[in-house]
């Protein structure tokens, strides 16, 4: 089925916001910092626009619009979260533009979010990026500790 990777090659996950990336350790929330969805790593925003990480489709947009969940063509699940405990803002401040179901492709504009009116309401706007089926890859690799723009590789995974 993924015959179309190389054993030694990487699969790229794009950066689905611009901003500092940040080690998973670095996450002010112990779900998060301690991997419990799976292994990841986050981007401090720098704008409040999310972009489709990956090739693929949206398995899920929670009710809140707060976090996506990705199906990736080559069968990574990834959640990104825009912001700690933003569940609490019941979708306040973001701006979806895809319904669950729809297909995406890398780049693509999936939601926007205000990211002043959330940090004025209290929320850091951190934004987690998570690989939920971990455990389908031997190797996955974060990008850390440097400035992305949306798109830029922050994840490389190997089945």
């Known amino acids: ?30 779900t998060f910092a301690e991997e419990m969805l799976g292994k990841g790593m986050a981007v401090r925003p720098v704008e409040g626009k999310v972009y489709a990480p990956v090739d693929g489709s949206i398995a899920l947009l929670f009710d809140t619009n707060h976090a996506i969940t990705f199906e990736a063509e080559c069968g990574a699940e990834i959640l990104v979260h825009i912001g700690l405990d933003t569940v609490s803002l019941k979708g306040q401040h973001y701006t979806p533009h895809v319904s669950t179901g729809d297909k995406v492709k890398k780049g693509d504009l999936v939601l926007e ?16 990026v998570i690989i939920c089926n971990t455990d389908d890859f031997s190797e996955i690799v974060p990008v850390t500790g440097t400035s992305v723009k949306a798109g830029d590789t922050v994840l490389k995974l190997k089945k």
């Open 1 to 30: 089925m993924f015959g179309f990777f190389k054993k030694n090659d990487f699969i790229e996950i794009g950066a689905p916001v611009s901003g500092e990336t940040v080690a998973s350790s670095e996450i002010a929330d112990p």
């Open 113 to 128: 979010f205000d990211m002043e009116k959330i940090k004025e309401a209290g929320f850091d706007t951190i934004t987690p």
